[in-house]
């Protein structure tokens, strides 16, 4: 009798234990690749390990298709572009001539901010080599091939062209974006929910992690890159973080950031770092970068003016307090996504209760 109470008792335990957990077993797969300038991190979560691998390989292989569309490391349809007669309409394909139709209306809608027509500034301050300080001249003269009209789309057509002999697109700030769009998308007609892609300063986060549990994703000190001060929990978003700590140069001693003011032409202040978290990784992406440009007043206003326009995003910007610690500034909903701060390193972190924060002290 007692034995059989025994029994019932622990299949009532047993029985509780399952509905915690999803039906399904979960299985994690883990993998790392070069792709897009990085090593791109892929977690997927799936029911079986093959299926997990199956999923990774499509992440992987529209990682390298959407590089191979866009990279201007070496040949591509946007380098062909790049490199075209000025004036003759070339052939880009409906997919990149859609693509660049998006980022150049981002340049509008951020007051030019965010403007992926800034590759001959990039030359000019030799931001994909050793980096060179650039004369008023060599800025003059570089700004006359960046900006609107320096490029003609046909979107329908799948052509473009450019209109100046030093035009380029650059796709630094969106093309990682863009890509973790499409690797959404594929995911999702694929039938996988749950997955988590690193590609460095930028991640998406789909469904929930092995724990069943929204993904978690650490914020960086920009002074320290390996250290996490504020830690989110998220789903279905992408976010992305620009700052200049590990991609500037230094020339003579002088500090070039590689976030430019496409306006002035000249590397955008270092105040320390923003944080862009979207439901589409290209808004993160082009975002993060213009809020860098318009540092921490003027970017806040503008992402108020963009979710007031139906655009959803939240940013956080740290900013280095020149005492030691990091000064936070946010934006009203932010605090939703935060699940963790060091308050031994940053201030004014918005959090939604301060009793569901695990607050990690400094050492
Ligand atoms: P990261 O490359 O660190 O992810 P971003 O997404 O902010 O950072 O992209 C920065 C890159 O984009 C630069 O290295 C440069 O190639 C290009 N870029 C720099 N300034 C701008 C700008 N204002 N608008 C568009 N592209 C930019
Ligand atoms: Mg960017």
Redesign the pocket.
């Known amino acids: 009798m007692r034995a059989r109470a025994r029994a019932a008792v622990a299949g009532l335990a047993l029985a509780a234990a399952l509905a915690a957990r999803p039906i399904s077993p979960r299985v994690a797969v883990t993998r790392r690749v070069a792709s897009m300038g990085t090593t791109a991190e892929v977690e997927i979560v799936a029911a079986s390990r093959e299926d997990g691998l199956a999923a990774s390989e499509l992440v992987v292989s529209e990682l390298r298709r959407v590089e191979d569309l866009l990279t201007t490391w070496r040949d591509s349809p946007l380098r062909r572009l790049n490199e075209a007669a000025p004036g003759r309409d070339v052939e880009v394909g409906a997919e990149l001539a859609t693509a660049l139709r998006d980022v150049l209306a981002w340049a509008e809608r951020t007051g030019r901010?965010?403007?992926?027509t800034?590759a001959p500034l990039?030359r000019a301050w030799d931001?994909r080599g050793a980096g060179r300080l650039a004369s008023s001249a060599d800025v003059a003269a570089a700004l006359a091939a960046v900006g609107p009209g320096v490029f003609r789309l046909h979107a329908t057509r799948g052509t473009a062209a450019r209109l100046h002999a030093a035009a380029g697109i650059?796709e630094?700030?969106w093309g990682?974006g863009y890509a973790l769009d499409t690797v959404a998308r594929r995911l999702a007609a694929g039938g996988v929910r749950d997955a988590r892609i690193d590609l460095g300063?930028?991640q998406l986060a789909l469904g929930t992690g092995e724990s069943g549990a929204a993904w978690e994703v650490s914020v960086a000190d920009p002074r320290e890159r390996g250290r996490g001060v504020v830690t989110l929990a998220l789903s279905g978003l992408s976010v992305?973080t620009?700052g200049n700590s590990e991609?500037g140069r230094t020339v003579s001693g002088v500090r070039i950031g590689?976030?430019?003011?496409?306006r002035t032409g000249r590397p955008a202040p270092d105040f320390g770092s923003v944080t862009v978290i979207a439901p589409s990784g290209l808004v993160a992406?082009v975002l993060?970068?213009a809020f860098?440009?318009l540092g921490p007043r003027r970017g806040l206003e503008l992402s108020e003016r963009l979710r007031r326009e139906g655009v959803p995003q939240d940013a956080l910007f740290l900013e280095d307090d020149g005492g030691g610690r990091l000064r936070a500034a946010a934006s009203p909903s932010f605090s939703r996504h935060v699940t963790g701060v060091d308050a031994g390193a940053v201030d004014g972190v918005p959090a939604p209760a301060a009793s569901s924060l695990t607050r990690r002290e400094s050492r």
């Open positions: 901010a965010f403007d992926p800034v990039v931001l650059d630094g700030a990682k300063g930028q992305s620009s991609r590689h976030e430019l003011d496409p992406d993060s970068t860098f440009v």
